[in-house]
């Protein structure tokens, strides 16, 4: 049987979409509209709608939504021929590739495609009509579409501040290939393009309708020639970017940021057909190819069906760097909304009852809305016995009465756990932890079922997953889930990430220090140095706002969660240490307000959030503050001055849907008052004439914009402090 359909027992997750409608008529689709750009997307969204469309001409069809088009050339067989950005009316495509390829029991198939264009510089409409076919691919046959489709569920739970709908609102299309050799299976290839996001997903299945076994050995589920990013003669040292456009897939592991969690899939390698390029040795990177470095090498049996995993292109109407972040936080937001979710958190130190109950208490008594039992606390995810089991329920019952979410600690894949169960890894390669176990070994699969079990068992609503599987191989042919080194990652990603998707529909928040977000991860690492909290306290603060004016070019603040420890951590001593909590409470505060003021959550662990009454009132001053603002606190950050230590640093939050549309957050790292005037940009707030800015002590002042939607604010930021300034 195909690994996405060999589920456990928990496992609902990994929906293979349903049949769509019958056979399209290509005749009975709307023409395609001329679209009007009116507003950003960016500020305004709604009017572009995803459609399928037929174009000018007989035999094509273009998913548009106003933002992105793609269109589709259905003889002599499928290709795409147009992949055009609305916005600046740039041509990303220039040049026709098969759809898709797969090898099939030995033999590699192009699927789709047409060929003969004489110049893969650009491509001509007037070339379109002259290619042709060849008799080496597969053979388009069918057409389907319909709504777009959820991956699986999610069970909102939470406050969300943003909350766009699940699934996404968009189009859904199918093209059925056949091969013309009389085998008797069938690729069918995925297509969606969203409501207001520049975003398409793709994405291949293949069912088996003979009578025995087909093994899948490999596939590349996206080919694109696409223009490249610039050129270079000679390019021996210098290393040319790829094209101006954002890929990622719900298959990436092994890194915090996109790109690297998704470098073992997404390849960006020369065109051998691209022979006028300006580059002499022809390798210029701008040839898209998605494909798995290794497998997946399935077995599917007859009747069943392999899915593979989804690739997302977001094509960037520039080269701002904010713009094009925000362009990508927005991809989040909609297609991965619980990355929304954003609950504050303990680590409570100790997992004994009277320290755990003191920890819920105070969560409650001061807003916090989650308490996770952390590392080295004595928590122990794996115990099944009866009475553990109960006791963690009694847990679960008391925060739940409390308005308090509890969870807890575990760690997979960077530990040993005997030779029998390891990764065995070929000769010169090391797992990527230095050591792990295999996830499809015996102990690998007992350990996922008892996970299960926990959840279902326990009413823990949170799991924080260390060392979360990095794309380790394994060579072993003796572990119960894979055969041998060729299907080992595949196999064991689909239990891991099964997982992850079964966490999602059961409204099981997920920490996760890596990339899988599009699998169902609602946080991972917003990107700090551990060693670095053993700092002095003062050196700290700073890089905690350095952290996260770096991390979140690409990640919305609530996808990143930081640190602040309340005891001492990788040592530092007393001058790195926060408690005792009331003698460094400007401290605590700096911390707290640092975080937060960029919707940001961080691990504040230790074994109590508060020691003293004005402690406490701090804490909950500052939690209040926070969920007052929090809309416009957990909207974009806008990158403004990174903090130096030298003068001041500040950023803009904006949330141009919400009462408050941006929130100015300025910070003094210096023991002297500083009086500055500032000039702050409003544009991403959508304001565009007039903004009413209130300080923290109810003062309202009037502005004007100019006409770059800029204003210009005076600001007095006393010793070591802060502002906040709310627009309306």
Avoid at 496 to 524: A, E, H, Q, V
Wanted: glycine fraction near 8%; proline fraction near 7%.
């Amino acid at each position: 049987m195909t690994k996405p359909l060999r589920f456990c027992t928990h496992c609902i997750i990994f929906i293979l979409p349903l049949a769509l409608a019958a056979q399209l008529d290509r005749q009975a689709l709307p023409p395609e509209p001329q679209w009007a750009h009116q507003p950003d997307w960016l500020l305004d969204n709604q009017p572009y709608k995803a459609g399928l469309f037929k174009t000018g001409h007989p035999a094509e069809i273009a998913l548009s939504n106003g933002l992105i088009r793609r269109v589709f050339r259905l003889s002599p067989n499928a290709a795409t021929v147009a992949f055009d950005h609305l916005v600046n009316g740039q041509s990303l495509l220039r040049g026709v590739k098969p759809e898709a390829e797969v090898t099939v029991d030995g033999v590699t198939y192009p699927v789709g495609g047409l060929i003969g264009q004489p110049n893969y510089a650009f491509l001509r409409p007037e070339w379109v009509n002259q290619l042709r076919d060849t008799s080496q691919s597969l053979q388009y046959t069918g057409i389907r579409t319909g709504p777009a489709s959820a991956p699986f569920e999610w069970k909102q739970t939470r406050h969300v501040s943003s909350g766009q709908a699940w699934p996404p609102k968009g189009v859904h299309l199918e093209l059925d290939f056949a091969p013309r050799d009389g085998k008797t299976w069938l690729v069918t290839l995925h297509y969606e393009l969203y409501d207001g996001l520049p975003v398409t997903a793709k994405w291949l299945t293949l069912k088996n309708q003979g009578n025995a076994p087909i093994r899948l050995q490999s596939f590349t589920s996206e080919l694109l020639a696409l223009v490249e990013y610039g050129s270079t003669v000679e390019a021996r040292e210098y290393n040319v970017p790829p094209p101006n456009l954002h890929v990622e897939t719900d298959y990436a592991f092994a890194s915090m940021i996109a790109e690297d969690a998704n470098h073992h899939v997404v390849h960006w390698e020369p065109d051998p057909d691209y022979a006028t390029q300006v580059n002499y040795l022809r390798t210029t990177p701008c040839l898209l190819k998605v494909s798995p470095e290794l497998g997946p090498d399935q077995l599917i049996a007859p009747g069943e069906d392999f899915q593979s995993f989804r690739t997302f292109l977001l094509p960037f109407d520039g080269f701002d760097r904010e713009r094009n972040g925000l362009a990508q936080r927005r991809m989040y937001r909609y297609l991965a909304p619980w990355t929304n979710e954003n609950p504050l958190m303990m680590h409570a130190r100790f997992a004994d009852w009277e320290r755990v109950k003191t920890a819920i208490d105070q969560c409650a008594e001061v807003g916090f809305e989650m308490v996770i039992l952390t590392f080295g606390s004595g928590f122990n995810i794996e115990d099944e016995s009866p009475e553990y089991l109960a006791q963690m329920k009694s847990y679960a019952d008391y925060a739940r009465s409390k308005g308090v979410e509890i969870g807890g600690y575990s760690l997979l894949a960077s530990r040993s756990i005997d030779t029998a169960n390891d990764v065995v890894m070929p000769e010169g390669q090391t797992p990527v932890f230095g050591h792990s176990p295999c996830i499809e070994s015996r102990w690998g699969q007992d350990y996922f079922r008892k996970l299960y079990q926990f959840y279902e068992k326990s009413g823990f609503t949170l799991l924080e997953h260390d060392g979360s599987y990095p794309g380790d191989i394994c060579a072993s042919t003796q572990h119960p889930g894979h055969r041998s080194l060729e299907d080992s990652r595949w196999n064991q990603y689909q239990t891991i990430s099964n997982f992850y998707r079964w966490c999602r529909s059961k409204g099981i928040y997920l920490n996760i220090p890596d990339y899988y977000y599009m699998t169902g991860g609602n946080k991972c690492a917003m990107g700090y140095r551990e060693v670095n909290w053993s700092l002095p306290r003062e050196q700290q603060v700073i890089h905690t706002r350095q952290n996260i004016y770096d991390g979140t070019w690409t990640k919305n603040g609530s996808m990143g969660w930081m640190f602040v420890p309340l005891t001492e951590y990788h040592g530092g001593g007393a001058a790195a240490t926060i408690e005792p909590l009331h003698e460094h409470r400007e401290h605590y505060e700096s911390m707290l307000m640092s975080n937060l003021s960029a919707g940001v959550q961080a691990c504040y662990r230790g074994p109590r959030l508060y020691d003293t009454p004005e402690t406490k009132t701090m804490v909950q001053q500052a939690v209040s503050w926070y969920k007052q603002h929090r809309d416009v606190l957990e909207g974009d950050l806008i990158h403004l001055r990174r903090a130096d230590g030298r003068e001041l640093d500040y950023w803009l939050m904006v949330n141009p849907n919400g009462m408050e549309k941006a929130a100015l957050m300025v910070f003094n790292p210096l023991d002297k008052p500083v009086q500055k005037t500032l000039t702050i940009p409003l544009y991403y707030a959508g304001l565009n004439k007039k903004v009413k800015v209130s300080d923290e002590h109810g003062k309202t002042i009037s502005y004007r914009l100019d006409r770059k939607y800029q204003i210009e604010i005076s600001v007095n930021v006393p010793p070591g402090g802060k502002c906040a300034y709310f627009m309306k």
